[in-house]
């Protein structure tokens, strides 16, 4: 069944407490509820249905009367009074046999929970959707030495603990962790002056693995302060590490449930981007506290509201405790990776969707991503005080209520007087625009046309022009900047913009700071690509020029078997001997656009990729560069050398990763002796790591990779590394072979999500691999996501978007995708996730 937007309605009832009690037992949990619920006036269905999967139901009673609903497989209705009424339930439910990990379930010997989006029907009867809220007390029974909820703890005995929540919150947000943990406490003091006990909870021998995050959750409660004037609510907020996760955290009420992989952090078994997406998802999800939680969503369409806003929320954390520019283009290069291919193929869907089978399939890189984009644009378009102005009046106007796109974009058209009609597009229509900019100069006047158009995206056949705000500044000759940024508002499907008193043709800078979502056409030729990568003030688009001509550089190597340009060469020698660049934004530069990067734009200008031509002609390129640049590398390696204690910061993060990729270019020319030093020398894991996939990528390292295996066998997320590094550093042939080796590995626990997306994912990402003109690559994915459905839905629906770009290949691989695709489709019981997601793909 398909759900809609436009059919919303209200719940019948409202909820003013909830009571719950927990006798937790492996494979009997028992769930008793007591809840109170009045007629909703606002409401005129006054159906009660309560959502309710996987339960037993024990007994229920309405006023303390037992009653028998009519039981579903989804739910129960019952006949209620109309008038304010207690309802009651027991239920028994098996988290030690819950593998979709959704719900309260079990992993290590230890109870937990994932609510968000629908899991709490798996918990017990209740209208589990997220306008309706209340506030929860929760007793959980359990001979378990922790035992935590949401809230505030409201007391405690030998066996039992119980926690109160005072603020209303919908059910998507409750939490239980109950366990053999161990706390690393923290303390902090509130610009009020209240003061919270911070814990992040830990399996015995993750503590050395605990100070990371602490710090980087005082930071985040800091600068939510300093920056939003947001103040934390509880006496109490507790983070709580866990192993099986289908996600990477959850941001429960005052009760953070982690993915150990967000959360543990040590140099020994971390690297440098494990440190720095840890410190962005504890800020997210504790910045959720403000734009979630006390401002929830009315109905799952409105999912960007909340994460959208807190995504860039984090994004703007990140850009302030590290650096601007490389967050920004870290940023770009994640939204053309991940955004830019769902937004153009057949799981194209609006920022806001207007329908959905199974609302977990739209956690996606559009409502989060691009959601985040349609923010830092509104933010660019009002300016920074009107942003302020609007963001305090939507946490004053909306505060404890469940809320739509609409809300959020009146507090905007309210402090600002700005018609946000058209702007709304963004959340409506899907695609990603393109802008095509054409150049005039004449009589001293230099004209900049602007052309925008979004193709046909599955649903939408007409688009209408967005409002994009183009970020525009102009160099001389000279490369002198002769016209600082300004943002052009595009709001027609044509514009030109005319700038006069320009002694000579400028050149110009266009979509500075990447300041819309948009693929830009701009004809530059490499030359002028050249001109800006030197001379550009603008620190995104001077990467953007050498990535550009990197991609050019690229595109013509594979349709024309062009030998690598000069212009590219010459501009990387350049950037690397440049030691006034900031490292990290070097070693950004010298990186490429990913081999499925190139067989979009390769489909779009309406070429047949070949992924082996891709690989090949992004190997040339690599060794030519290696080439070109060598007498430098020696001076680079030592210069990169850092003898000052490891810190996790941006500053050393970006040395060692300009010495990685100095590294890399060393071992294509000396086969790895350089590399194997490096290893040797490792006393942190971005070092050891860096080195091994140097060696392995050089066609070495055979016995670095056994000993780094034994030396690492214990901890669970570096055997996690270990097991993608093969695989994603595999050549095209060996790829599938390296995938099904690993699969039979006795550490291979396809059960454990990240363990089984180590191996799995990392094929998908072998772009030439995965694509073996053969297919087996697809058949060998194929079989794993039909093993892993019925065990857990939601990782395997996930990852069908593996082949979502299938109609870009040549008819052979086109064919041999479909038929997997097909042969899923065709699994009997196939979860409505995994269906949803294949029919989508196939365009059913
Ligand atoms: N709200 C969580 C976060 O963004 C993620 C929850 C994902 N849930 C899901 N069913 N996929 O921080
Ligand atoms: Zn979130």
């Known amino acids: 069944t398909t759900i809609y937007l436009k ?67 989804t739910g129960l209705t019952a006949e209620v009074p109309n008038a304010p009424f207690i309802w009651e339930a027991i239920v028994e439910i098996d988290p030690g046999n819950n593998t979709a990990l959704e719900g309260l379930y079990m992993s290590n010997g230890m109870y937990c929970t994932q609510c968000e989006a629908e899991g709490f029907r798996k918990i017990t009867y209740y209208p589990d959707r997220p306008d309706v809220m209340s506030t929860f007390t929760v007793r959980i029974n359990g001979d378990l030495p922790v035992l935590l909820s949401n809230g505030n703890p409201s007391g405690k005995g030998k066996g039992w603990a119980e926690w109160t929540d005072p603020w209303p919150k919908p059910a998507y947000l409750f939490a239980l962790v109950a366990g053999d943990l161990i706390a690393h406490p923290g303390q902090f ?51 709580v590490a866990v192993d ?154 909306h505060d404890g209520q469940a809320c739509t796109i609409e809300d959020w974009l009146k507090v905007f058209e309210d402090t600002t007087g700005r018609d946000l009609t058209q702007f709304k597009r963004w959340y409506s229509q899907s695609g990603t625009p393109r802008v095509t900019v054409s150049e005039d100069w004449a009589d001293g006047v230099y004209t900049l046309t602007l052309k925008q158009r979004t193709d046909p995206t599955p649903g939408q056949s007409e688009k209408l022009p967005q409002v994009i705000p183009v970020a525009v500044g102009l160099l001389s000759p000279n490369g002198d900047e002769v016209r600082p940024t300004e943002v052009l508002e595009l709001t027609e499907a044509e514009q030109s913009f005319e700038f006069t008193g320009l002694a000579a043709k400028p050149v110009a800078s266009i979509l500075r700071d990447f300041s819309a979502p948009v693929i830009l056409e701009h004809d530059h030729t490499d030359a002028e690509r050249a001109f800006l990568l030197a001379h550009d003030t603008d620190p995104f688009n001077r990467w953007q020029a050498g990535r550009s001509l990197a991609q050019d550089t690229l595109l013509r190597m594979i349709k024309h078997d062009a030998a690598p340009g000069a212009d590219y060469l010459d501009g990387m020698l350049t950037v690397l001997r440049d030691r006034d660049l900031d490292p990290a934004y070097r070693a950004l530069m010298l990186g490429l656009p990913t081999q499925s990067e190139l067989a979009a734009a390769l489909f779009e200008s309406g070429e047949t990729p070949d992924p082996m031509a891709i690989w090949t002609a992004v190997e040339t390129l690599r060794q030519a560069t290696a080439q070109h640049v060598q007498d430098l590398l020696p001076r680079l390696l030592s210069e990169t050398q850092i003898d000052a204690p490891f810190r996790p910061d941006a500053e050393q993060a970006g040395k060692r990763a300009l010495g990685g990729t100095v590294l890399y270019l060393t071992s294509r020319l000396d086969g790895g002796i350089k590399a194997a030093e490096e290893y040797a020398a490792a006393d942190n894991m971005t070092r050891q790591l860096t080195a091994l996939s140097c060696l392995l990528r050089a066609g070495a390292g055979q016995a670095e990779l056994t000993s780094f295996y034994n030396q690492w066998q214990h901890d669970r997320l570096v055997v996690d590394k270990w097991f993608a590094l093969q695989v994603s550093t595999a050549t095209p042939e060996a790829t599938v072979d390296v995938t099904r080796a690993l699969t039979q590995h006795a550490d291979f626990n396809w059960k454990n999500p990240n363990r089984f997306r180590s191996v799995i994912s990392a094929l998908a990402m072998n772009h030439a691999g995965f694509h073996r003109p053969d297919g087996a690559g697809y058949e060998l994915l194929a079989d794993w996501l039909i093993r892993l459905d019925p065990v857990n839905p939601q990782t395997t629906a996930r990852m069908c978007s593996a082949f979502q770009t299938w109609k870009r290949y040549d008819a052979e691989r086109q064919g041999l995708m479909q038929a997997q695709l097909t042969r899923i489709a065709e699994t009997p019981n196939l979860s409505r996730d995994t269906t949803e997601m294949v029919s989508r793909i196939l365009g059913a």
């Open 7 to 73: 059919d919303y309605t209200p719940f019948g009832y409202l909820v003013d407490s909830v009571h719950l009690t927990f006798d937790l037992a492996d494979h009997a949990t028992r769930v008793t509820s007591r809840i109170a619920f009045r007629p909703n006036p606002d409401a005129t269905d006054r159906t009660f249905f309560l959502h309710g999967e996987d339960l037993t139901l024990i007994r229920a009673a309405i006023d303390g009367a037992e009653i028998t609903p009519d039981v579903t497989e």
């Open 189 to 239: 003091t509130t610009m009020s002056g209240r003061d919270v006990a911070l814990n992040l909870w830990v399996r015995p021998g993750d503590e050395e693995k605990c100070a990371f995050g602490m710090e980087a959750l005082k930071k985040s409660m800091k600068w939510d302060e300093d920056v939003y004037g947001r103040e934390y609510d509880l006496d109490v907020f507790n983070i």
């Open 244 to 397: 099986d996760f289908n996600m990477g955290a959850m941001e429960n009420k005052g009760l953070n449930i982690f993915n150990s992989s967000a959360v543990l952090a040590s140099p020994e078994t971390s690297t440098d981007d494990n440190f720095e997406r840890i410190e962005a998802i504890i800020a997210h999800e504790y910045f959720h506290n403000w734009t979630g939680n006390r401002i929830t969503c009315r109905d799952w369409f409105q999912l960007c509201l909340k994460e959208g806003l807190t995504v860039f929320r984090d994004a703007e954390f990140t850009s302030d405790m590290r650096s601007a520019p490389v967050k920004r283009i870290h940023d770009a290069i994640d939204l053309r990776a991940r955004q830019f291919p769902e937004d153009n193929g057949p799981l194209s869907h609006p920022v806001r969707p207007e329908s959905f089978q199974e609302i977990n399939n739209f956690y996606t890189a559009t409502v989060y991503e691009k959601g985040a984009e349609l923010i830092g644009m509104l933010k660019r378009l009002v300016g920074d005080e009107a942003y302020k102005q609007a963001l305090d009046l939507y946490f004053d106007r």
